[in-house]
Structures are given as C-alpha cells and as structure tokens.
C-alpha cells in the first residue's frame, strides 16, 4: 500500500492518506451519506456527539468480524479552533472517526497551515477560496460535490467545521450547524467520510 491508493475494505472505496508502520489511514473515497452532526441543538464536542456515537457504534458493526479485527482504535488530539478558541474536548479514543481541522487542512491534503495559523484580517468564515488545496479536500455525495462534517468545533459549541461543497473543497471554519446543517443551502447539508486506521493483512 502507499499513501494516495485507493482500496477497498468492506462495501466502501478508501483512500490511503498515510501509513504508519503496518497500518494505514484511510478515509471513504466519496461521501458515504448525510446526517446531523448531533442529534440536539445544545453546545456538544465530538467526544459525546451523536455522529461519533453512530460511528463507532451502528457503522462500525457493518464490518464482519474479519474487518473488525483489522480495524485499530485510536487515540484522537481534539484541538480547540484556531480561529475562535472554540474548546475541542476531551481527547478521545475511536475505532472510526473524522478528521479534524488541524488533519484535513495541515497533514492529509497538502500543507496549508500558514492560513490557519495566519488568520487574515478580512477572512470571518472560510479559508481561501482559492487555496491550492482545495481540490484535494474535494468530495462528492451521489456524483455531486457536497460538504462534509470535520469532527473539530466551529466558532460556538453548536457549529462543527466542515469542507464545502461549494466553492468545493474550501475549509468552512465558522461551522455549521450540528442539528440541521445549513438548511438553506441543502448541499450543504452535513456529509459523512469516515476515516480508520487499518492493519495490514
């Protein structure tokens, strides 16, 4: 396996985003499906979120036994946001997860950290709409580009980060709504790309 195949593992496509020793990252190819972020409307963190719940929970039991056993629980950093401050919680421990602000805009799609960690003095919501990395973030939900959850808070406790579907692949870092997503745009709406890390054979 190297960084940048696709595979597949279970009933899903998976890209290879990085390996460490005998095992890999892997996030699902293309968005899997669209649910809320969290089942209330009240300040929430991905530690007890209803979306972590299902993952790990309802989605993770669609592996057979044989996936399972190559499927490796992790711990996960979940870092407060860079723009507001926004509290991350407590660091958690997940079997399938997503990725956070911090991996999907400085690790696994090309370096873009000096725009997280150099806020510009115009920018409110998103990133730069014309960050070169974009295109890498990019993912599509039934053969259109549609947004998906990142696990990290928004600018309150009652919005998660999520990459846009449109302009595709830009860093929504205001969030959205944990309920609904953003009702009034209804690509928009909350989209789900697990990532795992898996055990070599």
Known sequence: MQIGDKISFGKYEWRILDIQNDA??????D????????DRY???????????????GEFYNKFTENEKARIM?????????????TKGGEDTRDSIFLLSLDEAVCKYFGDSSAKLYNRGAKQK???ERK?????????TFNGFRNSYWLRSPGRVSVKAVYIKGNPSGCIGI???NILEGNISEPDYFGGVRPALWLKGR
């Not at 890999?24 to 190819?29: D, G, K, M, V």
């Not at 968005?31 to 969290?38: D, Q, V």
């Not at 009240?42 to 790990?56: G, P």
């Open 42 to 56: 009240v300040d929430i963190t991905w530690a007890d979120c209803a979306l972590r719940k299902y993952l790990n």
């Open 73 to 85: 629980p992790v711990i996960n950093k979940n870092l407060d946001n860079q723009w507001y401050g």
């Open 174 to 176: 205001q969030g959205n």
């Open 125 to 127: 919501y998103w990133f």
């Open 24 to 29: 890999a990252l892997i996030i699902t190819e």
């Open 131 to 139: 960050d070169e990395n974009n295109h890498k973030r990019a993912a």
């Open 31 to 38: 968005i899997i499906e669209t649910r809320p972020y969290h």
